[in-house]
């Protein structure tokens, strides 16, 4: 009887002890490695159309993988776990010894071109400093393919605030690959050209997120810090700071491509210009399908926009904009706070967009001879002075503006120029708008708020006010009064539900 109590006692105790250990296991999300195992809702997380709800569900469950992954304690390891760099057979990385055996090697000179890298496990970096992989100065360049699996490296800390191409890799070469890398919590902080995953690509970014904070002087991004080469389905969670130029996904992108990126981290440029949810800057390239939905705002400097600060010339499409934008002085768009060549094309807004001072669009904030074709904007548009619902000046004769609606409000919160498409036009042809927004100023219309010059082709808006003109004010020898000017500004006085039925209208 003793034996049989001392049984059931025992059973007891091992039910109990199951069972604590199953609801620790469900609380923690561990598997049975020690790994994290993502539930559906975390899976989420990674499906780029969710929104901020599962964004920041993930961080949380981000951080309680980072207490259950054991700390790199700061070693270098001596080799790479196995493997033999084919694509059958990958040099073998489990965790931070050998990963910093991998920088190590790439800062002695190896390449690895035409090898085979592979993560395997998730790496926690414990916060240890951190030596990237490559520097710029040296010519050591990593040209091999390096997959992550998607396992996550984190607990990254690099803070090199006095050196340039400062990122976990520094430079990716021209045939180079880094693929389904996941970071993490952590830091990085460099001078120029400072990126969460690569400082400088040369090759191709693809299915890469990063949750890092990253900070520099000049050029910084959430994954990329200099692109060449193409970034493709990347994410971005970390907040981005930089005193002249910060991106979500990029800082600057002097050539090559990025597409179907999305950005949901705050981006800052603290002192000068140039704030943008995909990039800082492009010189030249290509931005297509990418979103932004974080906060993008410059303090003291001009050119914030969603997509990107500054457009020397560049092409973007299909892209959209749901963060607030805020330029401290001036120049804010909802693509872009300028573009001066190039083409804007089937992007929408939907953030709020504001300066302090002036020239804030719905789409652009000064147009300079480039091209906006089929974009819409539907939130409220806020300047000082020279606020328009699509763009807010356009002033070089080369600029075009085609197939244009917008629903949003147009403030001038100085009580000077807002327009319900563009505030001030001098120059360029403006054809197929349609306006629903009200405008609010001294010098307001309906289409346009001023117009010195340029070219007014089929028009129209919508409103409740009989004494809104189509053009607010008007110095050239053509006709304000709208009714006497067919084919220049059009008044419809029925509402168009949706830019498609707008379109649809004009088009019959």
């Not at 990385?93 to 890298?117: D, P, R, V």
């Amino acid at each position: 009887m003793k034996r049989s109590g001392v049984t059931l006692i025992a059973l007891v105790i091992t039910v109990i002890v199951l069972l604590i250990l199953a609801g620790t296991a469900i609380a923690m999300g561990v598997s049975g490695d020690g790994l994290f195992e993502k539930s559906d809702k975390s899976v989420k997380r990674w499906n780029l159309s969710e929104k901020n709800e599962e964004i920041q569900l993930y961080d949380y469950f981000a951080y309680v993988e980072d207490i259950t992954l054991e700390a790199w304690d700061g070693t270098v390891g001596t080799n790479f776990a196995s493997g033999e760099g084919t694509e059958e057979f990958p040099y073998i990385i489990e965790n931070g010894e050998q990963l910093a055996y991998f920088a190590k090697t790439i800062n002695e000179g190896q390449n690895y071109a035409n090898e085979y890298i592979s993560i395997t496990k998730s790496i926690n970096l414990g916060m240890h400093e951190f030596t990237p992989a490559g520097a710029y100065l040296d010519n050591h360049f990593f040209n091999g393919n390096l997959n992550g699996n998607g396992n996550i490296i984190t607990g990254i800390n690099i803070d090199l605030p006095e050196t340039s191409m400062i990122g976990l890799i520094g430079v990716l070469d021209t045939n180079g690959k880094i693929s389904n890398v996941k970071l993490g919590n952590g830091n990085i902080n460099g001078y120029q050209f400072v990126g969460g995953l690569v400082a400088f690509n040369k090759g191709t970014v693809a299915n890469c997120s990063s949750s890092l904070d990253v900070s520099g002087k000049y050029y910084s991004g959430g994954v990329v810090g200099e692109n060449r080469g193409s970034v493709t389905n990347c994410y971005n969670t970390g907040n981005i700071s930089s005193s002249y130029s910060s991106g979500g996904i990029v800082g600057y992108l002097e050539s090559g491509s990025i597409k179907g990126c999305i950005n949901n981290g705050n981006v800052w440029t603290k002192e000068g210009n140039n704030a943008g949810g995909i990039t800082a800057y492009i010189q030249s390239g290509e931005i297509s399908g990418c979103t932004n939905n974080g906060k993008i705002w410059t303090t003291e400097g001009h050119y914030t926009g969603g997509i990107s600060g500054y457009i020397q010339s560049g092409n973007v499409s299909n892209c959209n904009n749901y963060g607030t934008i805020i330029a401290d002085t001036s120049y804010a768009g909802g693509i872009t706070g300028l573009i001066a060549a190039g083409t804007i094309s089937l992007c929408d807004n939907n953030g709020e967009i504001k300066t302090n001072n002036n020239q804030a669009g719905g789409i652009v904030g000064a147009l300079r001879g480039a091209s906006i074709a089929d974009c819409s904007n539907n939130n409220t548009v806020t300047a000082n002075n020279f606020a328009g619902g699509i763009v807010a000046t356009i002033s070089i004769e080369s600029s075009t503006v085609y197939n244009v609606y917008n629903s949003g409000s147009v403030i001038s919160e100085g009580n000077k120029v807002a327009g319900g498409i563009v505030a001030a036009g001098t120059k360029g042809i403006l054809e197929r708008a349609y306006n629903k927004g009200e405008t609010t100023g001294s010098i307001t219309g309906g289409i346009y708020g001023a117009k010195t010059g340029g070219t007014t082709l089929n028009t129209y808006y919508y409103t409740l006010d009989s004494n809104l003109k189509g053009i607010g004010s008007s110095s050239t020898t053509e006709k304000i009064d709208v009714d006497d000017v067919p084919g220049q500004v059009d008044k419809e006085t029925r509402l168009f539900n949706s830019r498609s039925d707008f379109l649809n209208s004009v088009n019959s």
